[in-house]
Antibody
């Protein structure tokens, strides 16, 4: 059974930093791209970042570029999101999500398993 | 990248069919057959319902179907059931390994 468990959220002041973790189990972690998707309180889903299975390539939504860094440790089956220079508008539940398998011939670009999320609150 | 546009709410009676639209641009929905749909019940994680515009993951009811025309994708729920009451989000691949979600639609079963 696929499981994704986020941790590391909390209250942080504007300008501060936080590192989120997502512990994965039930699948061959290194074979799948992983993403972070956030949801501000009472709002919709917003894609944040994605990392390839081997960690070699990373991509970001424009508003977090230069502030957030996605990474993974395939030996620990864990995904990370380092968040620096946090702003009030970064307040949200952050979900990690597993991408569908992407091969040379087919790359569905969708997320089939999601964690429950961890709440990040940026406030003074 | 602007969010894809969805109606804020759609409602229907049990047994009826409803359709949720998802309008993007020629840079996202219009350029790729890579639209997915997610169902989210309150306080729960999103669940993948449709991917690659029309494909259903194993275990998803065939009452859910997807389509696309130009820059607009659609999700149709047929035989509406009480358990279908939830928020629904579309998502499109937008090139260079980036993604854009829709604004979300609250489905109410009357």
């Amino acid at each position: 059974e696929v499981q994704l468990l986020e941790s590391g959220g909390g209250l942080v002041q504007p300008g501060g930093s936080l590192r989120l973790s997502c512990a994965a189990s039930g699948f061959m972690f290194s074979s799948y791209a992983m993403s972070w998707v956030r949801q501000a309180p009472g709002k919709g889903l917003e894609w944040v970042s994605v990392i390839t299975g081997n960690g070699g390539s990373t991509y970001y939504e424009d508003s977090v570029k230069g502030r957030f860094t996605i990474s993974r440790d395939n030996s620990k089956n864990t995904l990370y999101l380092q968040m620096n220079s946090l702003r009030a508008e970064d307040t949200a539940v952050y979900h990690c999500a597993k991408a569908l398998y992407c091969s040379i011939t087919s790359c569905p670009r969708a997320f089939d398993y999601w964690g429950q999320g961890t709440l990040v609150t940026v406030s003074s | 990248q602007s969010a894809l546009t969805q109606p804020a709410s759609v409602s229907g009676s049990p047994g009826q069919s409803i359709t949720i639209s998802c309008t993007g641009t020629s840079s996202d929905v219009g350029s790729y057959n890579l639209v997915s749909w997610y169902q989210q019940h309150p306080g729960k994680a999103p669940k993948l319902m449709i991917y690659e515009v029309t494909k259903r993951p194993s275990g998803v009811s065939n009452r859910f179907s997807g389509s696309k025309s130009g820059n607009t994708a659609s999700l149709t729920i047929s035989g509406l059931q009480a358990e279908d009451e939830a928020d629904y989000y579309c998502c499109s691949y937008a090139g260079t390994s980036t993604y854009v979600f829709g604004t979300g639609t609250k489905v109410t079963v009357l």
